[in-house]
């Protein structure tokens, strides 16, 4: 563990103090990553930036999020299921987000794979992979794992249901992100209930 930079005094995991862009990733630490998060639309707008983020720096896709969100309708389902042509030339063309046409493509097609969800909602079929929580929290960034068992049937599952851009190392960033696991550090101030 490191000490915060911003010298407030707590200890955070280490991804979340070093290098540029420490107070955007310090913010997004504290505030939002491994809380545990619901609801359609938000987690459609995670599963989206995740995949953006793939082969990127995670501050890239935080540094844009305000651009990604406007350039995405808020990530409304039906708003951006409706997304045609002219919609991904329009992506193409905005410097605010990451402009890569496969991704772009992957977040259309996803909207249309939830709203065709018809035995489940979106909320459900996620958090049906969340595994137990561990009896306690790991010690060091290298005991966390990019992979595990439930994010592979996760990603399975998504992509036979027509979902894109969702492998096992995105569908487990996405399970930490959204807190269906707690990989905050053993020292690390963050408390996480579930």
């Known amino acids: 563990m490191n000490a915060d930079p911003l010298e407030d005094g707590r200890i955070r995991c280490p991804w ?11 913010d997004y630490h504290d505030e939002e ?7 359609r639309d938000e987690l459609f707008e995670r ?14 896709v935080l540094r844009k999020r305000e651009a990604f969100r406007t350039a995405f309708s808020g990530f409304d389902v039906e708003a951006v299921a409706r997304f045609g ?12 987000i990451v402009r890569n046409r496969a991704k772009i493509e992957a977040c259309i097609a996803n909207a249309g794979a939830v709203l065709e969800l018809t035995d489940t909602d ?7 992979f969340a595994p137990e929580p561990r009896p306690r929290r790991l010690r060091r960034v290298d005991e ?14 998504l992509k036979r249901r027509g979902f894109k851009f969702v492998g096992p190392t995105t569908a ?3 399970m930490q992100a959204t807190g269906m696991v707690d990989d905050h550090l053993l020292d690390c101030w963050v408390e996480v209930r579930r």
Do not use: H, N
């Not at 979106?122 to 049906?128: G, K, P, V």
């Open 16 to 26: 979340a103090v070093d290098g540029a862009g420490s107070r955007i990733y310090r």
């Open 33 to 39: 990553w491994g809380r545990p998060l619901r609801g």
């Open 47 to 60: 599963l989206c930036l995740e995949a953006f983020q793939s082969g990127l720096s995670w501050i890239t």
């Open 85 to 96: 042509a002219d919609d991904v030339e329009r992506l193409l063309a905005d410097p605010g």
């Open 122 to 128: 979106l909320d459900s079929l996620l958090w049906s």
């Open 144 to 157: 966390v794992p990019a992979v595990t068992e439930e994010s592979t049937a996760m990603a399975k599952e």
């Open 172 to 174: 487990y960033a996405l």
